[in-house]
């Protein structure tokens, strides 16, 4: 059983950063992998990131987000966090951490077990 709670959504203006937070609960949150994913009012949960577990060296990022977002995670602490640079108006959304084992459907809501609460993240142009 592992728990997700998000934290570091906000309000920031075009060209600002933000620092997104997971903090899991559970002692095998090391054998997860972990995603990020965002979703608008009456849009699908989109998928942002993916990082494997251990030791994390292996991330996947969106095309909409290559390049501004860099995702790590802390297994001692057990927190992901997602960085986001130079944000845009489209970045506005909830933001969601999820865990899952699925590696055949990394992009996809359903891989995934654990979800977070979703904490939102607003861009002003």
């Known amino acids: 059983q592992v728990q997700l709670v998000e934290s570091g959504g906000g309000l920031v203006q075009t060209g600002g950063s933000l620092r997104l937070s997971c903090a899991a609960s559970g002692r095998i949150f090391s054998s997860y992998d972990m995603a990020w994913f965002r979703q608008a009012p009456g849009k699908e949960r989109e998928f942002v990131t993916w990082?494997?577990?251990?030791?994390?060296?292996?991330?996947l990022y969106a095309d909409s987000v290559k390049g501004r977002f860099t995702a790590s995670r802390d297994n001692a602490e057990k927190v992901v966090n997602l960085q986001m640079n130079n944000l845009k108006p489209e970045d506005t959304d909830v933001y969601y951490c999820?865990?899952?084992?699925?590696?055949?459907?990394?992009?996809?809501?359903?891989?995934?077990?654990?979800w977070g609460q979703g904490t939102q993240v607003t861009v002003s142009s």
């Open positions: 990082i494997m577990s251990s030791d994390g060296d292996s991330i």
């Open positions: 999820a865990a899952g084992y699925n590696r055949d459907w990394i992009t996809k809501p359903y891989a995934y077990t654990y």
